[in-house]
């Protein structure tokens, strides 16, 4: 069965620095990966994913993430930290033969000024 | 934009009272969710369907029931509301193929006095 652990449960960065949000998983099949972003009282908007095309996978509002499969990872990064970005963030796997996602418990990022 | 709703988004309700949390989406997906969600936490999948008259229970088991009566619209209800129902209940759909996203709503946050 997979399953998906977020390292971090909170990062704090200054606006302007970068952004890394760490996500490994496991999985018995080629999976697929996704980044979800949960704005306080908003819903959950899907980020990126990653369906076995390019191992670098861009998203909306510049985040990207790469997929390593030698390291079971699938981090989410940003070049600049945007205060807008202050949210939780969430990694999601599933197995290529089921529709089943699993959510890791969530990385709240703040963002200093 | 995905084009799903819930409603209510917030609701405060004494316990023992019949709840029933709204969900419709109108891009004619066939397979829909609910997650529970407790602050901080991971999404649990309580339930789900894969279309009319289909309801299947998911990892985390729930006192709650659903109903998929019309393609578009997946309630889900609490006979007899428990402070331990306390928490967000998010609905999500997708369509049937294997690699498709979920499209989440805005969330219900439940609180039972």
């Known amino acids: 069965a997979q399953s998906v652990t977020q390292l971090d449960s909170h990062v704090s960065v200054s606006e302007g620095t970068p952004v890394l949000l760490r996500c490994n998983y496991s999985?018995?099949?080629?999976?697929?990966l996704f980044w979800y972003v949960q704005h306080p009282n908003k819903g959950l908007q899907l980020l990126l994913k990653?369906?076995?095309?390019?191992?670098l996978v861009k998203g909306i509002n510049g985040f990207e993430a790469e997929f390593k499969k030698s390291e079971t990872s699938f981090h989410l990064t940003k070049p600049s930290a945007h205060m807008s970005d202050a949210a939780e963030y969430f990694c999601?796997?599933?197995?290529?033969?089921?529709?089943?996602?699993?959510f890791g418990a969530g990385t709240r990022l703040t963002v200093k000024p | 934009e995905a084009d799903i709703y819930q409603t209510p988004r917030y609701l405060v309700i004494g316990t023992g009272k019949k709840i029933t949390l709204e969900c419709s989406q109108t891009m004619g997906h066939d397979k829909m969710y609910w997650y529970q969600q407790d602050p901080g936490m991971e999404l649990h999948l309580i339930h789900y369907?894969?279309?009319?008259?289909?309801?299947e229970k998911g990892d985390l088991s729930s006192e709650s029931t659903v109903s998929r009566i019309r393609t578009e619209h997946f309630p889900l209800t609490l006979e007899s509301a428990r402070p331990s129902h306390t928490s967000q209940y998010l609905c999500?759909?997708?369509?049937?193929?294997?690699?498709?996203?979920?499209?989440f709503g805005p969330g219900t946050r439940l609180t039972v006095l």
């Open positions: 990653y369906t076995s095309a390019a191992t």
């Open positions: 999500a759909s997708s369509e049937p193929r294997g690699r498709d996203t979920q499209y």
């Open positions: 999985s018995s099949y080629s999976p697929s």
């Open positions: 999601v796997v599933r197995d290529y033969n089921n529709n089943d996602m699993r």
């Open positions: 369907s894969y279309g009319v008259n289909s309801t």
